[in-house]
């Protein structure tokens, strides 16, 4: 009986001290739970915190303040990123390998980007007498725009002041040309040769070209975009439209960039820059803008025609394709957004979306990134195929119309097959000088290619005469 008793006795004092035991874990887990739970929410605090201030204010920043590296004693993450766009490198059908070279004293550049007349001898052809047909390279980032502008071997001809709009942090140096007056500063430097107006300015494109320096808000500092979309608005029936107050916070991270990746035409002898959109966008709006004003960019060497060079137009391009039409940006997919921190910032390593797809492009399209990857290559695979029956058709007409001139064809036929010369460059330039190869909006790239195609056949059919039917 004894016995018993004292088992039971152990048997309670067992299961008191595993009950004990079990609080005890109890205890311990639901106290760590709570000093989890308490730590999370101070981080989560911390961080709401750190967002309320987005920025911490080392320097005070005004409406002259250029330099980006002041800019970024506010914001280092986005000057940090700002500093990459010196990197080069190459997607299938764009971007730039760096190729060393021995600097010299007139230029003093020890890597330039591959030359395009190398890659492609046709274009020589094509741009005959043209700037371009001395010095065409494959474009780099925003660090080397304004080194490339002024060593271009295209120097050797006059350049004007109005290339440093896309070319170099140039606002404040409208502003001051202009005692104050962006426009008039504009027009100034404009009509400066390009060697003078380049003393004006030190940096390429920066933070104070795309951003309020009190409110950070995205603005247009350009007066030649500002008047090109008040005239684009106003052919769609928007009367004067002023960008800075009209455009949507979303439009205007299109905008910011469209100041510069524009088609554009150098007007009167002072080369006013200007935007041709006053009858659209499409190329056969600006085609007819040229017509109408009888403007041409240079004459042919070989055939004399009165010819035009379509100059980066990226954003006509995209204004056609999906993505414009979806509301995408361009910061969506070359300045996606991605978190540092408690932050979500806009990437300023402003690159092609094809090196960033998993930010730039899976935040949008589930597919794995080699789907992703192919299905662009693919796209621009064609346009570029088709670029290179158009550029070939071309070629083509230009030795027709060699011949043609040699063998004193009438004026008449002569001026006639130069005109659709000069519609199949600027058709062919347009996707050519194009920087995405087509991608921005595929099915307008393969058009204007096959108008251009069609252009030079029928210029070749006026210069040729018709072959008599055989077996009559």
């Not at 595993?18 to 874990?25: P, T």
């Not at 070209?209 to 603005?219: G, I, K, P, V, Y």
């Not at 589930?366 to 064609?382: C, F, G, M, S, Y």
Request: charged residues 25%.
């Amino acid at each position: 009986m004894k016995m018993k008793l004292i088992h039971s006795n152990q048997n309670a004092k067992r299961r008191r001290g595993g009950q004990v035991l079990k609080f005890g874990l109890a205890v311990g887990l639901g106290a760590l739970v709570a000093i989890g739970g308490l730590a999370l929410l101070v981080n989560i605090m911390e961080h709401k915190q750190e967002a309320k201030n987005p920025f911490f204010r080392v320097v005070e920043l005004t409406d002259d303040t250029e330099d980006p590296a002041v800019w970024g004693k506010n914001f280092p993450i986005q000057y940090d990123a700002y500093r990459k766009t010196v990197d080069q490198v190459r997607t299938r059908y764009g971007g730039s390998e760096a190729l060393p070279r021995t600097p010299t004293d007139v230029d003093p550049r020890s890597v330039i980007a591959q030359s395009k007349l190398e890659d492609d001898p046709r274009l020589k052809q094509i741009w005959a007498g043209y700037a371009f047909a001395l010095d065409f390279r494959e474009e780099r980032g925003h660090a080397y725009m304004l080194d490339d502008q002024t060593f271009t071997g295209r120097q050797a001809r006059p350049q004007p002041g109005a290339c440093l709009n896309c070319h170099a942090s140039i606002y404040a140096a409208h502003k001051k040309a202009g005692d104050g007056d962006l426009a008039k500063g504009f027009e100034k430097v404009n009509a400066l040769p390009f060697a003078e107006a380049r003393k004006l300015v030190n940096h390429p494109v920066a933070c104070i070209d795309c951003h309020d320096s009190q409110t950070m808000a995205l603005r247009i500092t350009r007066p030649a975009f500002m008047e090109g979309i008040k005239a684009l608005k106003a052919s769609q029936g928007v009367k004067d439209y002023d960008v800075n107050n009209h455009g949507t916070r979303q439009e205007m991270r299109s905008y910011v960039c469209a100041q510069c990746h524009v088609e554009y035409c150098f007007n009167g002898p002072d080369k006013q820059l200007v935007y041709p959109w006053a009858k659209g966008s499409k190329a056969e709006n600006i085609l007819a803008y040229y017509d109408e004003t009888a403007f041409q960019d240079w004459t042919h060497a070989d055939t004399g025609a009165p010819m035009l060079k379509a100059q980066h137009p990226e954003f006509e391009l995209w204004s056609q394709g999906i993505h414009a039409r979806s509301g995408v940006a361009c910061a969506d997919c070359h300045m996606p957004y991605e978190r540092v921190g408690a932050h979500k910032v806009s990437n300023h390593h402003v690159r092609s979306p094809l090196l960033n797809i998993n930010k730039a492009c899976q935040t949008c399209h589930n597919w794995p990134e080699e789907e992703l990857k192919a299905r662009v290559e693919t796209i621009q695979t064609r346009t570029f195929q088709l670029r290179n029956l158009a550029m070939d058709a071309l070629v083509d007409l230009i030795g027709d119309l060699k011949v043609a001139k040699a063998i004193g064809l009438s004026t008449n036929e002569l001026a006639k097959a130069q005109n659709f010369q000069r519609k199949a460059q600027f058709y062919l330039d347009f996707v050519e000088a194009e920087n995405s190869t087509g991608f921005h909006a595929p099915q307008e790239a393969a058009r204007i290619l096959g108008e251009s195609i069609d252009f030079s056949r029928k210029g070749q059919m006026i210069l040729r005469p018709t072959a008599a039917p055989t077996g009559q």
